[in-house]
């Protein structure tokens, strides 16, 4: 029953998503058969233009069309492209989620580890080195990390290659090490921030447990230092780490336009971008469309895990599944 | 409060606003015989392309991210609070659509919306700033409803109930002032969010070009090529400044309204 709510209402979202984009993009001035037929076209093929668009519809009805070929999993077609706005997608969106993963990770890992190494040496010069560096990266936006990795890459690392994918032609081995070539500087700029944010966040949660009574107690009880720090401390840092990734996801995908945009990586962020300045309403619906579905699946997948990681939370005390933030 | 080092950001803030405002025009002035200088004593940070001041130019974009900042801070707060409360105190059908509201934009993220928005209704200073508001105000929208929720139940309210008071003067002056504070801390961190939004929205070409604004300053110099770094890198830390110093700015109002820590 509650699933069944979940998934009334992550439908009713997704409809108010498209919705909200249609109506921006129908509220764009001017003509978009101007701009793929030229000024000289004639009346007659202005109107064919709209007609073979569906542009000669009234607005409700070219909506619900728009909804009954989202149902079919037709993205429709792109003006600018000229093929199926799903295709343009599905060839473009490995790469943002590669560069995402990637970003996310070293993040993670970081941002993680230099809070473990913080509240480890606790009251140290070494605290104070993470408080620090932390405090200088979370704040700084990908344009200016973005634009500085790209310096510092191609002044002392020239070997490095940074911008684009790498070609096409490589194959097995090869075109894997190349596009991991790549991705270094993007995922560098896209990471560097959050690693900034979980660095802080975890050294605070780790230096509040490492305060509780349970920790006082298994000090008390002769567990190594190391044991305590990595595995008691630890699992409570963690949860609320976690709760933010499903927030995260959208932040990311952010990220991913300007540093797409910068490092000229192949992927839907520079997607929309060059959609939003072709006025290509069928591909900008689509971006919309699939970048809300990434998210919800990824904030169900983040509820489940923490129900598995939290018992107080499995016991259905939580709300709703359509956003994890929405009740806490 | 004003003794911790974190509220020299905010007021460095408004000094560079200042001058950015009451400068004489001529020193933002180009000057074509001195394009691309390094930083020297004439022109601390350098110059860019045109041989215009970086310092000048960055303290030019001032008072436009200071504007930005506080019609972000606005927007989402007025808003962020008519949802929340309207949704805390009534319930039912008006609660569940606001609760859809923000839902929104827990699913799209703010950027993309922004950017479309932004690119069909018109890239004015104004016009960006109320679009990032709506965008930041969900989660100021979330706070408020919570206080609401668990304020309602309380006897002041019931007494006020009982007294006959109407259902806005109750929200207005019995709940609003007791459910404000989250609300006013989270507005100055959206003020720092709508600040980087907008530089970045700058960056990619999508600000008033009419205007100074730090993100086009960075990226129009950045397509000049590398050898200008100082002139990449100011804007850089003025942006970078702003964010700190707003979210420093609303740790200072938490701790502030966090009666409970201060005495």
Do not use: C
């Amino acid at each position: 029953m509650r699933i069944a709510a979940s998934l009334a209402q992550m439908a009713m979202l997704l409809m108010f998503v498209v919705l909200t984009v249609f109506t921006l993009v129908h509220m764009a001035p001017g003509d978009p058969a101007n701009l793929y037929l030229g000024l000289g076209a004639t009346n007659e093929q202005v109107a064919a233009f709209h007609h073979q668009m569906g542009m000669d519809r009234p607005l409700p009805e070219q909506f619900f069309t728009l909804l009954r070929q989202l149902l079919t999993g037709d993205l429709g077609t792109s003006l600018a492209y000229r093929m199926p706005v799903i295709d343009i997608i599905s060839q473009k969106l490995p790469a943002t989620l590669m560069l995402m993963a990637a970003g996310y990770l070293f993040a993670l890992t970081v941002g993680i580890g230099a809070g473990i190494i913080g509240a480890w040496r606790q009251d140290t010069p070494v605290e104070t080195v993470v408080r620090v560096a932390s405090g200088l990266v979370y704040a700084q936006p990908e344009f200016i990390v973005g634009i500085v990795v790209l310096v510092m890459a191609t002044t002392y690392l020239p070997w490095l290659p940074i911008v684009g994918m790498g070609a096409s032609d490589e194959k097995g081995w090869a075109a894997v090490g190349t596009v991991v070539l790549h991705l270094i500087g993007p995922a560098l700029a896209l990471g560097i921030a959050r690693a900034g944010i979980y660095a802080r966040m975890t050294l605070t949660a780790m230096l509040t447990a490492l305060n509780q009574d349970y920790v006082v107690a298994h000090r008390a009880a002769g567990f190594s230092e190391r044991r305590i720090v990595l595995v008691y401390a630890l699992r409570n840092a963690l949860l609320p780490i976690i709760t933010t990734i499903g927030i995260e996801i959208r932040f990311l995908f952010a990220g991913a336009v300007i540093t797409e945009v910068i490092f000229s990586w192949p992927g839907i962020g520079r997607l929309i971008f060059d959609g939003i300045l072709n006025r290509d309403a069928p591909l900008i619906i689509g971006v919309f469309f699939i970048v809300a579905v990434l998210t919800m699946l990824i904030n169900v997948a983040t509820d489940i895990v923490y129900a598995l990681l939290d018992p107080r939370v499995s016991k259905g005390t939580r709300a709703s599944t359509a956003g994890p933030a929405a009740t806490s | 409060m004003l003794l911790t080092p974190g509220a020299l950001l905010p007021l460095i803030i408004i000094v560079m606003a200042a001058a950015g405002l009451l400068l004489p025009e001529s020193v933002f002035s180009p000057d074509y015989s001195a394009i691309h200088e390094v930083p020297s004593l004439a022109h601390l940070l350098g110059t860019d392309g045109l041989g215009r001041d970086v310092l000048m130019r960055v303290l030019k974009g001032a008072p436009t991210s200071l504007l930005v900042g506080g019609a972000v801070a606005f927007f989402s707060a007025v808003l962020g609070i008519a949802g929340g409360a309207a949704a805390g105190y009534l319930g039912g059908w008006v609660d569940a659509l606001v609760g859809r509201l923000t839902d929104y934009f827990l699913t799209i993220p703010p950027f993309f919306f922004v950017l479309v928005a932004v690119a069909i209704l018109g890239a004015s200073t104004l016009t960006s700033s109320i679009i990032i508001g709506i965008a930041l105000a969900a989660s100021t929208a979330r706070q408020v409803r919570a206080q609401f929720l668990t304020l309602r139940q309380r006897e002041f309210v019931a007494s006020a109930r009982l007294i006959g008071m109407s259902t806005p003067a109750i929200i207005f002056f019995e709940i609003l002032p007791n459910a404000i504070q989250p609300a006013i801390v989270q507005s100055a961190l959206n003020a720092a969010s709508g600040v980087l939004i907008h530089a970045g929205l700058g960056f990619l070409g999508l600000s008033d070009p009419n205007v100074a604004e730090w993100g086009a300053m960075i990226s129009e110099n950045f397509a000049r090529g590398l050898s200008g770094w100082w002139s990449i890198l100011a804007p850089g830390v003025a942006v970078t400044l702003f964010v700190v110093g707003l979210t420093s700015l609303g740790d200072q109002l938490n701790r502030y309204f966090d009666v409970a820590r201060r005495y």
